[in-house]
C-alpha cells in the first residue's frame, strides 16, 4: 500500500492544454516569466497549518471502498504533535493510529535534521522529480510552451538527470502560468510510457494534477489540491489507484523549532 502512496496525487487534467498548439522554445522573456513563476510559487511549508483530506479508491479486479484520513497539520506544535488525525476511514483514529502520526512527526524532526546537515554541501532550492529513489532535475532555462491565452501561459519542463535509473523521457512535466501574478497556478505530471518501480512494481499510466490558490496576498500561493489517477502491476496484479487530497483552514504559524534556517522549498512534484 505505502509503495503505490508515494506515487499517487493522480487525475486526468489535460483541460488547460491545447492540443492543437505544437510545442515551441520559449522566448528570453518568457523564460524570464516561467522563472520568476517558480520562484514565487515555492511551498513555505514552515509557516503554514492546514486540515489535509486525503481520499484513495483502490481496484484490484473490484473496486474497495474507498478510504478517507483528515488529518490537521500544524508546524507550530512539537514533531510529535504536528501531524493530528482527526478522523480515519469516518471514525476517531484509534490509539495505534494515534501513535503512527506521532511517529511520522518524528520522522519528520529527523528528516529537517538531515536536510539542515546537507545546506552548503548541496545545491539548494533547485526543482526536482524524484523517481525510483533517484532524483532528475527541473531544466528551467529551457522550457517549450505548449499553450497560451492573453491571461495564461502552459510550458513544458525538461527532465534532465545522470542516473541512469530514472526514465526521464517516459515523464511530461507541464506548469500553468498566470501572466499578471507571475506565479503557477497549477502544474501537471504524466507519465508517457510505463516503467518499473524497483523490481515489484510496473507502473503503466497516470497523471499528476496540483493546483495552487493565493490564500493570503501577502505570501506565495500554497497547494490546495492535489489529484492523481494510476494504473499499476504490482506482483503482476493490476491495480487502478485513484487519490484526491485538500488542504483547507489555512492559518499563518510560527514554525516550532527555529535552529534551522527556513527556507522555501521549490515547486516538486510527489516521488514514485
Known amino acids: 500500500m505505502r509503495p503505490l502512496l508515494s506515487v ?10 491545447r492540443a492543437e498548439t505544437a510545442p515551441r522554445p520559449a522566448t528570453p522573456e518568457e523564460v524570464v516569466l516561467f522563472k520568476e513563476a517558480m520562484k514565487n510559487s515555492s511551498q513555505d511549508t514552515e509557516h503554514w497549518a492546514y486540515t489535509e483530506t486525503t481520499t484513495v479508491r483502490l481496484n484490484k479486479g473490484k473496486e474497495e ?32 493510529e494515534l501513535k503512527k502520526y506521532r511517529k511520522k512527526g518524528e520522522e519528520r524532526a529527523k528528516e529537517r535534521a538531515r536536510k539542515a546537515e546537507k545546506l552548503g554541501s548541496t545545491k539548494n532550492g533547485e526543482p526536482q522529480l524524484v523517481i525510483n529513489d533517484s532524483k532528475a532535475r527541473m531544466d528551467l532555462e529551457h522550457p517549450l510552451v505548449v499553450a497560451e491565452t492573453p491571461d495564461r501561459i502552459t510550458f513544458e519542463v525538461p527532465l534532465v538527470s545522470k542516473d541512469r535509473d530514472i526514465p526521464v523521457e517516459k515523464f511530461q512535466v507541464l506548469a500553468e502560468v498566470d501572466r499578471e501574478a507571475r506565479q503557477v497556478k497549477r502544474a501537471h505530471l504524466r507519465i508517457l510510457q510505463s516503467f518499473r518501480m524497483k523490481w515489484i512494481a510496473k507502473i503503466k499510466s497516470g497523471e499528476v ?43 499563518r504559524v510560527e514554525p516550532f523549532d527555529n535552529r534551522f534556517n527556513v527556507k522555501l522549498g521549490p515547486l516538486q512534484f510527489p516521488g514514485f
Do not use: C, H
Open 65 to 96: 471502498p474507498r478510504e478517507e484520513t483528515v488529518v490537521r497539520f500544524d508546524p507550530s506544535k512539537p514533531y510529535a504533535e504536528q501531524f493530528t488525525p482527526l478522523t480515519i476511514g469516518g471514525k476517531p483514529p484509534s490509539e495505534k
Open 209 to 251: 494534477t496540483v493546483d495552487f490558490t493565493v490564500v493570503d496576498p501577502k505570501y506565495s500561493p500554497v497547494i490546495t489540491t492535489m489529484s492523481a489517477n494510476i494504473g499499476a502491476s504490482f506482483m503482476l496484479i493490476p491495480v487502478q489507484a485513484r487519490l484526491t487530497n485538500t488542504r483547507m483552514e489555512w492559518q
Open 8 to 17: 499517487l496525487f493522480l487525475l486526468s487534467a489535460a483541460a488547460f492544454l
